[in-house]
């Protein structure tokens, strides 16, 4: 069963999800976190107010014309192709976008967590990166063996989904999984697992290994085959334009993330604030990536220090998220502020780079004079930024390098114990307070370099480091589901400070002979 993306929008043929609202179609089709937003929030609900000071005013919003501003439909994905907007016929207000936001609330037992990983492909003989070709290959010999429905881009095969867990493209091949949203960190990592064994029963075949590292470490940018998906068309052209190394982000890094709730809008404050200020111990925790075109390129994490220079208008550590002003509407303006990527209409990306999305608003956005923006678009545009960590309608945490299986569960561990739990947020909270802009600034911009090993106040990251994942382990304990295990990896990372990188440029300086191709046999999956 396919997904068929002629016009941009994805549809399941034969399927029996389609349902019909005020006359409209509404295509049903769960991708990962999003869907689960979906489906507990329902954009068309009565009230979608958040329990918080900073929202002083119930954000009730009509059915219909909530339903008619997302374009008739229920989905918006950022890995399959934009959904093809109906024209709107009034346009969005601020509000509109707030109360988006805030319609990501829902109370703890409805709290789940969402894992998305990258992995470099590469051909077992040569090293050398997947070509598109391959990857069709791939993503159609796991639907067909795996029943798995093909996400497709005009006749491109660019994705798959299978319930509410997709596989995707980034520009340069990067495989992803995106994750269900799942209950516990076991689930997490039974999910891991099961998606590496089918991509490896496939791919062994036709000789292809995957990569578990942040950074390409042996082939140049020119190397690296472009997918063929039409925003990344857009962003390509656009990255040199506002800085050094956007290309280098798009095609040579991958990441591993956890996506994350909140109840409330003061509870997505306090998250918002701790994921912000304990990125960069995530970066340090996980580093991954010290090679480059086969050599040390000088970085532990080379990953996290590409987007110092990739686009620094959507990148980087937000600090108005501490003002005592924060809050859902702050986010709003920020991310109004932020530049434009494209608009989709009528059956192709319209190159909006640089353009303002207030003007959208107004009906003032030149390449669609007169057209008004849906939901649809501003989910569009909300996955456009890029900071450390991003606000739709959950919280993604997004400071830390690609890496091996165990690495996989390791991460959203970190993170659930410590934002999951009311008493080791609060600790965290605490321990954080007196943090400054400057000095959450002054981590961010020296981690990437020396990682653990990063002065501090009157010690090390490594010692925070160490209290972190104290407190995340102790907060999986009192979730009580036996999930603190999870953690032994990164445990052993911050109890003797050598981080991940350390290790794979001790083996090169070693072992390898200052040869980097064994690391695709150290990190294979």
């Not at 702050?330 to 009528?346: C, S």
Request: proline share 5%; hydrophobic share 35%; aromatic share 10%.
């Amino acid at each position: 069963m396919a997904l068929v993306s002629n016009t941009g929008s994805i549809h399941r043929i034969g399927a029996g999800t389609v349902r019909c609202r005020g006359g409209s179609m509404a295509f049903n089709l769960p991708t990962h976190m999003e869907s689960l937003k979906m489906k507990d929030n329902p954009i068309g609900s009565s009230s979608l107010s958040c329990s918080s000071g900073n929202i002083t005013h119930g954000l009730h919003v009509d059915r219909v014309r909530m339903a008619s501003k997302l374009g008739g439909r229920m989905i918006v994905a950022a890995s399959p192709p934009t959904e093809d907007a109906t024209v709107a016929t009034e346009p969005l207000t601020k509000e509109d976008l707030v109360a988006y936001l805030a319609s990501g609330c829902k109370p703890k037992e409805k709290w789940r967590i969402g894992t998305e990983h990258e992995k470099f492909g590469f051909e077992v003989g040569t090293l050398r990166p997947m070509k598109y070709d391959q990857i069709a290959g791939l993503l159609n010999g796991i639907a067909e063996r795996f029943d798995w429905e093909k996400i497709m881009e005009g006749d491109n095969i660019i994705g798959l989904q299978q319930g509410k867990q997709s596989i995707s493209l980034e520009p340069g091949g990067q495989f992803e999984l995106s994750g269900a949203p799942l209950e516990t960190l076991h689930q997490t990592c039974a999910e891991v697992n099961s998606h590496l064994y089918q991509v490896k029963a496939v791919a062994e075949e036709m000789g292809i290994g995957f990569l578990g590292i942040g950074f390409q470490p042996k082939w140049r940018r020119e190397d690296i085959p472009i997918m063929p998906k039409g925003r990344y068309e857009i962003m390509r052209n656009y990255m040199p334009k506002v800085g050094s190394l956007g290309l280098d982000m798009m095609f040579r890094t991958c990441t591993v993330q956890v996506n994350l709730d909140f109840d409330s809008e003061a509870d997505m404050i306090k998250k918002f604030r701790v994921g912000l200020a304990l990125q960069p111990i995530a970066t340090a925790l996980f580093a991954n990536s010290p090679f480059t075109e086969g050599k040390p390129n000088g970085y532990l994490s080379m990953r996290s220090q590409i987007w110092t220079d990739t686009d620094n208008n959507r990148s980087g550590m937000l600090p108005f998220v501490f003002d005592d002003s924060f809050g859902f509407e702050k986010y709003v303006d920020y991310a109004l502020d932020v530049p434009m990527y494209f608009v989709y209409r009528n059956k192709k990306y319209i190159d909006c780079s640089g353009m303002s999305f207030r003007d959208f608003m107004a009906g003032k956005l030149a390449p669609v004079l007169g057209q008004f923006p849906t939901l649809t678009d501003w989910e569009n545009h909300l996955t456009t930024i890029f900071p450390e960590v991003r606000l739709k309608r959950y919280l993604e945490m997004r400071g830390s390098d690609g890496g091996p299986w165990r690495r996989l569960c390791a991460l959203p561990a970190f993170w659930v114990g410590l934002l999951y739990d009311e008493v080791s947020l609060q600790n965290i909270l605490d321990i954080t307070a007196d943090w400054t802009s400057e000095e959450r600034q002054m981590l961010r911009n020296k981690v990437p370099k020396t990682g653990l090993n990063t002065p501090f106040r009157d010690g090390l990251v490594k010692h925070i480091a160490q209290d972190i994942v104290k407190i995340a382990k102790d907060g999986l304990e009192r979730r009580g589901f036996k999930e603190s295990g999870f953690l032994n990896e990164v445990t052993e990372v911050a109890r003797t400070g050598v981080t991940p990188a350390e290790k794979l440029l001790e083996l090169y300086n070693g072992k390898w002979g200052h040869n980097v191709d064994p690391v695709f046999e150290e990190l294979l999956y």
